[in-house]
T-cell receptor, first 113, second 112 residues
């Protein structure tokens, strides 16, 4: 089976712009979770989508949003980018979601200048 | 709270040595997962634990779900250079939350 794929792998944006990241889960997995990873804060949970519905949400501002399509592919959007949004954004898929084992993609490295 | 304290932060060992790292919390966790992350890659799941007291092995790796449900450890036996990376513990807190909480990681360096 192919693993979790994320596009693009690297992105450079300017403050104030918006960005959309994409994640394709493992075939058959219906849950996609998004995480932000920074050296200072570590891995922090953004949100989880299961069967096109947001099921859990972390403590991030409303500038961070996501959606999931009927084929389980997910997108994450960040509007009005700030310098502090520079991070590795990881998505993870799982069969059942929630506490079930999650499998991560390689991440998208976002740099905001 | 729902934080995970992972220790040590970093380890420098010689090839062939055994390694032990652990994760603790002041609150109960229902699930413990151990991941390894290498530079430029996402975390890779190593071991998943679902029951208090559970001891699970994956090759040279062994992990246990603490009996109090507030801790977990990961042991690596006979380390090799490719064990280098950052090891993360993660878990789902009790109380019905299904959000995965991560420790800050243990950075392992293995000297050949």
């Amino acid at each position: 089976k192919a693993g979790v794929t994320q596009t693009p792998r690297y992105l450079i944006k300017t403050r104030g712009q918006q960005v959309t990241l994409s994640c394709s889960p493992i075939s058959g997995h219906r849950s996609v979770s998004w995480y932000q990873q920074t050296p200072g804060q570590g891995l922090q949970f953004l949100f989880e989508y299961f069967s096109e519905t947001q099921r859990n949400k972390g403590n991030f501002p409303g500038r961070f949003s996501g959606r999931q399509f009927s084929n389980s592919r997910s997108e994450m959007n960040v509007s009005t980018l700030e310098l502090g949004d520079s991070a590795l954004y990881l998505c993870a898929s799982s069969l059942r979601g929630g506490a079930a084992e999650q499998y991560f993609g390689p991440g998208t490295r976002l740099t905001v200048t | 709270g729902q934080q995970l304290n992972q220790s040590p932060q970093s380890m420098f060992i010689q090839e062939g040595e055994d390694v032990s790292m652990n994760c603790t919390s002041s609150s109960i966790f229902n699930t413990w997962l151990w991941y390894k992350q290498e530079p430029g890659e996402g975390p890779v799941l190593l071991i998943a634990l679902y029951k208090a007291g559970e001891l699970t092995s994956n090759g040279r790796l062994t992990a246990q779900f603490g009996i109090t449900r507030k801790d977990s450890f990961l042991n690596i036996s006979a380390s090799i250079p490719s064990d280098v990376g950052i090891y993360f513990c993660a878990g789902t807190p009790g109380g019905g939350s299904e959000k995965l909480v991560f420790g800050k990681g243990t950075k392992l360096t293995v000297n050949p």
